[in-house]
T-cell receptor
Framework: EDQVTQSPEALRLQEGESSSLNCSYTVSGLRGLFWYRQDPGKGPEFLFT???AGEEKEKERLKATLTKKESFLHITAPKPEDSATYLCAVSGGTSYGKLTFGQGTILTVHP | NAGVMQNPRHLVRRRGQEARLRCSPMKGHSHVYWYRQLPEEGLKFMVYLQKENIIDESGMPKERFSAEFPKEGPSILRIQQVVRGDSAAYFC??????????????FGPGTRLTVT
C-alpha cells in the first residue's frame, strides 16, 4: 500500500526566513509525485508534478525536488501570503486514478 | 476557463436523510475523482469515474455510498441514510488524462457536509 509521510506537521517562519518541507513516500512504481497548496476552507491548488528522481520544478518562491525516497519543497524568502497547508501526494502501482496524500505541513509565515 | 465546480458548498442533513453532492469537471476534462477529508485527517481517495463508467471504487465505503458520472450532466456522490461520522469535506477533482497516465488532478472548492 502506498504511504506518504510529511514533516514537520507545522512550521512557523519569519518573513524572509527560507526553509524546506519534507515528503517521504513508499510506492510500488512511482508514476508521479504532486505538491498542492490548501488554504482554509478551500480545495487543494495544484503546484507541481515530479516524475523521476533528480527532477526539479520552480514557481516563484517555491522549488520542488525529488529523490527515490523523498521530495522536498523549498521555500525561499517566504511572505505572509505563502501561509497555507502544503500537501504531498503520490500516484503509483496499479491505482491509476488514485492519489495518496500525506497529512500536510501547516506553514505560517509571520511578517 | 472555469475550474471544477461543486454544489452545494455547504449541506446540512439530519441522521437518516440522503445527501447528494454534485461535481462539474473542468471544460475538456472527462475524468472525475472524489476524495473525503475528515476533521483532523488527510484527503482520502474514494472513487474514480469516467463518463458512464466506474474505474476504481476501492476507497468507497461498502454501504450507503454510491457515485455516478452520467453521459450528460454532473457527477453525483450519493450518501444514503447519513450518520454523524459522514460529516466531512468532500472534494471532487478532474483531469484531462486518465487511466495509464500520471497527470495532475484539479480540485474543486469542496462540499462541507454536516450531519446533525
Amino acid at each position: 500500500e502506498d504511504q506518504v509521510t510529511q514533516s514537520p506537521e507545522a512550521l512557523r517562519l519569519q518573513e524572509g526566513e527560507s526553509s524546506s518541507l519534507n515528503c517521504s513516500y513508499t510506492v510500488s512504481g512511482l508514476r508521479g509525485l504532486f505538491w498542492y497548496r490548501q488554504d482554509p476552507g478551500k480545495g487543494p491548488e495544484f503546484l507541481f508534478t515530479l516524475y523521476s528522481a533528480g527532477e526539479e520544478k520552480e514557481k516563484e518562491r517555491l522549488k520542488a525536488t525529488l529523490t527515490k525516497k523523498e521530495s522536498f519543497l523549498h521555500i525561499t524568502a517566504p511572505k505572509p501570503e505563502d501561509s497555507a497547508t502544503y500537501l504531498c501526494a503520490v500516484s503509483g502501482g496499479t491505482s491509476y486514478g488514485k492519489l495518496t496524500f500525506g497529512q500536510g505541513t501547516i506553514l505560517t509565515v509571520h511578517p | 476557463n472555469a475550474g471544477v465546480m461543486q454544489n452545494p458548498r455547504h449541506l446540512v442533513r439530519r441522521r437518516g436523510q440522503e445527501a447528494r453532492l454534485r461535481c462539474s469537471p473542468m471544460k475538456g476534462h472527462s475524468h472525475v475523482y472524489w476524495y473525503r477529508q475528515l476533521p483532523e485527517e488527510g484527503l482520502k481517495f474514494m472513487v474514480y469515474l469516467q463518463k458512464e463508467n466506474i474505474i476504481d471504487e476501492s476507497g468507497m465505503p461498502k454501504e450507503r455510498f454510491s457515485a455516478e458520472f452520467p453521459k450528460e450532466g454532473p457527477s453525483i456522490l450519493r450518501i444514503q441514510q447519513v450518520v454523524r461520522g459522514d460529516s466531512a469535506a468532500y472534494f471532487c477533482a478532474s483531469s484531462p488524462m486518465g487511466q495509464g497516465a500520471s497527470g495532475e488532478q484539479y480540485f474543486g472548492p469542496g462540499t462541507r457536509l454536516t450531519v446533525t
